[in-house]
């Protein structure tokens, strides 16, 4: 049995997260930002490791590169999972798959906590009405908003659910007196989660340093002779060709300053 004083105990240890959609989620120590790369997520991990615990990197290993298949970082204690472009390796969607394992809050008000259950209702009152739902091939009932996706399990038997929004009403989604509960939600760019894509480098993730977008393999005659580099600083985004001959140039330049010093 918990008694009042062992429940509060487990409820200062839960992770507590602020979501904004189509943006982030954060807490007091840090903040994950869609399009964020997977270098800064481990880095603030490894820097918060005493209060997140049990997390595990989820790839293919056969076919790493294949944009079918993300790079997860899975935070099993706390039922959160960060799912990355597994070329770019930037962050593409948050999923909050185990909703009792944190505390969830918008515009800083609870809609997910052990005193504020997560019904279907307190989610139209916390982000305001939105377009009908509709239950996917595994009939789980799915109610998106713009950057954020939202799905109630076990809602098949809840029949009233198709009339909701069809009245100004939102009592007694679930029929029978009761309601659905939320069970996860995922964060994204868009309108559609199907189709969601890491986005640009964010701002706020440059810190001062130059990262790169892409890099084509420059071809001459069937012959490699150079790279092109499209490198991003503070959202800008700059093109650098490196030829061949220029390496040639720098290596031969290394190699005779290596043989004047050693001539000595």
């Known amino acids: 049995m918990v008694t009042s004083r062992h429940w509060h105990e487990l409820v200062r240890i839960m992770l507590e997260l602020e979501v904004k959609p189509e943006r982030t989620v954060s807490s007091g120590r840090w903040e994950f930002t869609l399009g964020m790369p997977l270098a800064q997520v481990i880095k603030i991990l490894k820097a918060d490791c005493a209060n997140i615990k049990d997390v595990h990197v989820v790839y293919d290993e056969h076919r790493p590169m294949d944009k079918k298949f993300d790079l997860m970082v899975d935070l099993s204690q706390d039922g959160v999972r960060l799912r990355f472009d597994p070329v770019v390796q930037r962050l593409k969607i948050i999923e909050v798959y185990d909703i009792h394992k944190v505390i969830l809050t918008y515009c800083s008000k609870p809609f997910s906590s ?4 997560p019904t279907i209702e307190q989610i139209f009152r916390s982000f305001g009405d939105t377009h009908p739902g509709g239950f996917d091939d595994n009939q789980v009932f799915l109610l998106n908003f713009r950057g954020i996706l939202f799905s109630f399990a076990h809602a098949e038997g809840n029949t009233s659910i198709k009339n909701t929004f069809n009245t100004s009403s939102t009592e007694n989604l679930g029929g029978s007196g009761q309601s659905v509960v939320l069970s996860s ?10 189709k969601a894509e890491a986005p640009r480098f964010p701002l706020e993730c440059f810190h001062g340093n130059c990262y790169s977008e892409q890099v084509d393999v420059e071809e001459g005659d069937g012959y490699f002779v150079g790279l092109q580099l499209n490198l991003m600083a503070d959202g800008t985004v700059l093109v650098y060709k490196c030829l061949l001959f220029c390496w040639c140039k720098l290596f031969f330049l290394v190699l005779l300053i290596n043989l004047m010093l050693f001539s000595k």
């Open 114 to 117: 052990p005193d504020v259950i």
């Open 185 to 194: 939600l995922a964060i994204y760019c868009g309108n559609d989660y199907q």
